[in-house]
């Protein structure tokens, strides 16, 4: 798996590289100011007689455009560094750096182009000359906040140049933390970052902000990056297919999983339909969908491989409290249930899946109106029977769960995710752009695949069931929420690549199931990432 960090934890990491190791810095921001210049030798060419504007900061991040810049020198670029700030005020390996320019440029003929520039106000930015690239080294993964004064004119300036835009490490004025920009940012390109990805580049706005990412190896040893203590990982097809189980030649309808799934209600039978044929898709054996009586002929004729059972209903046409002796006796056959998809809000409906995860105690995937159910009665979810539980929310879901706003979850998605799993005692899967699963020990697995037009009804209640499926399988649960997570986003792409971003149905993510599970099996997964 791909590990991901904070500011904070790629700072322990590069400290313990020098402090314990005795690596030298300068020598970190040597190979990390040449793999920058590698990175744009992979993706544009050569840089022979290419123009460079390098705007540097005047922290180690500036440090390691002074090095590229050095290098851009050797490979026959036009070098214009421009410094925003005072060389007066740098220091350490920057300040190093700096001075190694500042006696290449003395002793460099006229012919060769290399030059320094002070900028202290916004007067000189525009008077600056037009560069086939324009690297950004002014700040660092540190930087948090507001971008004020001239660096903000200048990163103005930047995003309006139409050159083509390298950052080192992170856009400048997004956050590394939470890929928030809270006034602007650096629009990249590509994003050379060094050592591992930091978590800001893939969550909220720091994705737009990135264009491709390239993670630069400046030498910090593999068993520091890969440590124990990191909790935050990226899921790749090859995590997939390494976890999914195998079907032995002796399986049969009842040993490779039963699903019962709760769902569906008067309006509401497309969810129980494509959760159920979802967790079918995903390689069941055998699903048993209990739905409300009133709406059983509907599914019955649409659902062919799908056991539907007519259960008591209120004059709603919704699941009643009657519902539960019913229910029960398929627990005993299921090894996983799946409830919620299209249950409704009605009271009593809430009332009996209230009583279902307070009585249960098999294995219990909870979704959408499961989930609408139990804000008032959130020690019914605490006190959950089963030990092995799966919540699927969005993001008002979860803030109607825990009372945190909807905004503040987005801003804090990791985190809250982790410290929601981890006091519920769950696997929690945060639906969202990108979709996180939590683990009960505090891992965080961030997806990687997935698209803008999956943002459409239904496409949850496919995702239920494809992890339901998974789980049913065999697999634990955390492994079948992620997996499912990545499989789904990965069926989504496919759909996107036959019928357009934007006409994407849910119908269409579940078509593409089976050719996404097929892919990643067959190693002939394609991704972006991977």
Known sequence: METVVTSTEMQACDRFAVEKLKI?????????????????????????GKSTLLFCGKGNNGGDGFVAARHLHNFGANVNVVLVGKS?????DAKTNFQILKNIMMNASKAEMLKIIEVQSAKKIIMLPKSDFIVDALFGTGFIGEVRGVFKDVIKWINDSQSVKISIDIPSGVNADDGTAANIGVIAHLTATMALRKIGLILNTGRSYTGITEVIDIGVPKTILNNDKHSTFVIHYKDVRVALPHRPLSAHKH?????????GSKGFTG???????????????????????????????????????????????????????????????ADVVV??????????????????????????????????????KISVLKKHKSNEIIITPHTGELSRLIGVSSAEIERNRITIARNVAKEFKLTLVLKGAPTVTAAEDGKVYINSTGNPGMATAGAGDVLAGLIGGL????????????????????AGDLAKKQYGERSILATDIQQFLPKALFNIEQAEFIGSND
């Open 88 to 92: 007066a005020d740098l220091k350490g």
């Open 24 to 48: 030298p810095s300068i020598i970190l921001m040597e190979n990390a100011g040449r793999g920058v210049v590698e990175m744009m030798q992979k993706h544009y060419g050569s840089l022979a």
């Open 271 to 333: 969810a129980a339909s494509m959760t159920s044929t979802s967790a079918m898709k995903a390689g069941m054996g055998a699903v048993i969908l209990g739905t409300p009586a009133s709406v059983y002929p509907i599914l019955a004729r649409k659902l062919t491989e799908v056991m539907v059972e007519p259960l008591p209903e209120t004059i709603d046409a919704t699941l009643s409290l009657s519902a539960f002796g019913a229910i029960e006796k398929h627990l005993a056959w």
């Open 339 to 376: 409830i919620g998809p299209g249950l409704s809000q009605n009271s009593e409906t809430q009332q009996l899946i209230q009583k279902i995860v307070t009585e249960c105690d098999k294995p219990m995937l909870i979704d959408a109106d499961g989930l609408n159910a139990l804000p008032e």
């Open 255 to 263: 040993s490779v999983g039963k699903i019962l799934v709760i769902a």
């Open 471 to 490: 789980w049913a399988q065999g697999m634990n649960r955390t492994e079948a929420a992620f997996a499912g997570v990545f499989i789904h986003g990965y």
